[in-house]
């Protein structure tokens, strides 16, 4: 199974850029996608097909990248972003997620 | 808009089976495929298959071969997942999701199964 690693944690102050990384151990071409998971809720989706913004999420949000390496920006960071962002490929079977990358601010 | 209605919480005896329940609205059922994940404790997810609702295709992760069953009832834009031969391991809180532009673009709020004597 393709693995995607993600940094565990990040801490930020609000209103500075962060960006949220994820590699893959295999190409996923620009099959890769972002979501958030705040505590209690299930994910919703940030980003998909590596930079497409999905509809309703706040422009703040951006993501980059192709073949194994990829990144989520957020810029400028705000309160309400304190959740735990998730990658995910789609390239190769089965779907895999990264293990998520807890953000707080401080 | 897209939703996805599932089932509440279930405490299951090991060894034994649990069905949960996806209800769909806000779009047409048969045109999308249906995917189940699993999210232990403070973990990270897990996709368990998938479903197209029109044919009743299903794909699955090796991992959860023999685990899952996947079926749809149409006339009530409904997708269930059983689980079968519960252990400790399969406690879990379970998505359905909507499959749309190659990512899950919609997610029901959840389904917290626990396995416990």
């Known amino acids: 199974d393709t693995v995607l690693t993600q940094s565990p944690a990040l801490a930020v102050s609000p209103g500075e850029r962060v960006t949220i990384s994820c590699r893959a151990s295999?190409?996923?071409?620009?099959?890769m996608h972002w979501y958030q998971q705040k505590p209690g809720q299930q994910p919703t989706l940030l980003i998909y097909l590596a930079s497409n913004l999905e509809s309703g999420v706040p422009a703040r949000f951006s993501g980059s990248g192709s073949g194994t390496d990829f990144t989520l920006t957020i810029d400028p960071v705000e309160a309400d972003d304190t959740a735990t962002y998730y990658c995910?490929?789609?390239?190769?079977?089965?779907?895999?997620f990264g293990a998520g990358t807890k953000l707080e601010l401080k | 808009q897209v939703k996805l209605l599932q089932s509440g919480a279930a405490l299951v005896k090991p060894g034994a089976s649990v069905k949960m329940s996806c209800k769909a609205s806000?779009?047409?059922?048969?045109?999308?495929?249906v995917s189940w994940v699993k999210q232990s404790h403070g973990k990270s997810l897990e996709w368990i298959g998938e479903i197209y609702p029109n044919s009743g295709a299903t794909n699955f992760n090796e991992k959860f071969k023999g685990k899952a069953t996947l079926t749809v009832d149409k006339s009530t834009s409904t997708a269930y997942m059983e689980l079968s031969r519960l252990t400790s391991e399969d406690s879990a809180i379970y998505y359905c999701?909507?499959?749309?532009?190659?990512?899950?673009?919609?997610w029901g709020q959840g389904v917290m199964v626990t396995v416990s004597s």
């Open positions: 806000g779009y047409t059922f048969t045109d999308y495929w």
């Open positions: 295999e190409s996923v071409s620009t099959l």
């Open positions: 995910q490929q789609s390239w190769n079977d089965p779907p895999t």
């Open positions: 999701t909507r499959q749309g532009n190659w990512s899950f673009d919609y």
